[in-house]
């Protein structure tokens, strides 16, 4: 959400920064919320699964009341603080809309379009994207092109990378695996690594000068990623490839400081 405001160079504009930070809060209830619903409903089958059997709703911590309570109060205040932002920025669509999008496509993937191949992925994907234009919206910054195609290429990268983790180990309980083979997420995998470099080539080349020179710094943190995946060690969820890789972290920190004497002190 916030990779609109830091490219567009404003990130320090408080008013704006304000804006997104309310609207991070509210669609992360909204994410918060669908996670619950899927607990919820896939209780019975993560109580199978090596390690989401320890998840609250399946190891019994939480009963199904007590989650569906607080999924009501994440709903009920995340309503209010779009509400809050619609009277600000006078765009209930901006507000509201992607936010309420989000969370019926995800009720339709929890009641059955993730068995469906190809579907399921283009939806985590469209997610990714949702919360870019959301951003966006918000603090009213255009997305250009490439850069959304950055997302959307990267997005799907990450998604059949995971797939192709999960039927590696064989420890997921996902029905749409048994569409899937490893020659199919191995070849698709790197066709959408290749889109996402290109993509971010080319907003690089065409936004400010020296920015394209993280260019070859994204391919060293793509490379570090694909090696992590490979070696077998993750099941390529990519919040738990970070936390256990001391070197991707580093080197997203260094892109992260790059991108910001390029865009805030060059």
């Not at 899927?38 to 109580?47: F, L, V, Y």
């Amino acid at each position: 959400m916030f990779v609109p405001l830091f490219f567009s160079g404003h990130l320090f504009d408080i008013q704006k920064f304000l804006m997104l930070i309310l609207g991070f809060i509210a669609f992360s209830f909204i994410a918060s919320s669908v996670y619950i619903i899927n607990d919820i409903q896939d209780a019975d089958k993560d109580r199978k699964h090596p390690k989401k059997r320890f998840r609250p709703i399946a190891s019994g911590r939480i009963s199904k009341k007590q989650a569906t309570v607080f999924l009501t109060f994440l709903l009920i205040t995340s309503c209010f603080i779009m509400a809050w932002l619609t009277v600000v920025n006078h765009n209930p669509w901006a507000s509201f809309g992607f936010p309420i999008f989000y969370l019926i496509m995800n009720i339709a993937y929890s009641n059955g379009l993730k068995n469906i191949p190809l579907v399921d992925v283009v939806i985590i994907a469209i997610g990714f994207v949702v919360r870019l234009l959301y951003g966006g919206a918000l603090v009213s910054i255009t997305i250009s092109d490439s850069l959304l195609l950055t997302v959307v290429s990267a997005s799907m990268f990450l998604g059949f990378g995971k797939r192709r983790n999960e039927l590696r180990k064989g420890t997921s309980t996902r029905k749409v695996l048994k569409a899937y083979s490893m020659e199919f997420l191995d070849k698709i995998m790197y066709v959408f690594i290749g889109l996402t470099l290109v993509f971010y080539s080319l907003w690089s080349i065409n936004s400010r000068a020296l920015l394209v020179y993280t260019s070859p710094l994204a391919m060293i943190i793509v490379a570090d990623y694909c090696l992590i995946i490979e070696s077998g060690s993750s099941d390529g969820d990519p919040a738990e490839v970070l936390k256990h890789s001391k070197s991707l972290m580093a080197l997203l920190l260094l892109f992260v400081l790059l991108l910001l004497l390029c865009l805030y002190v060059s």
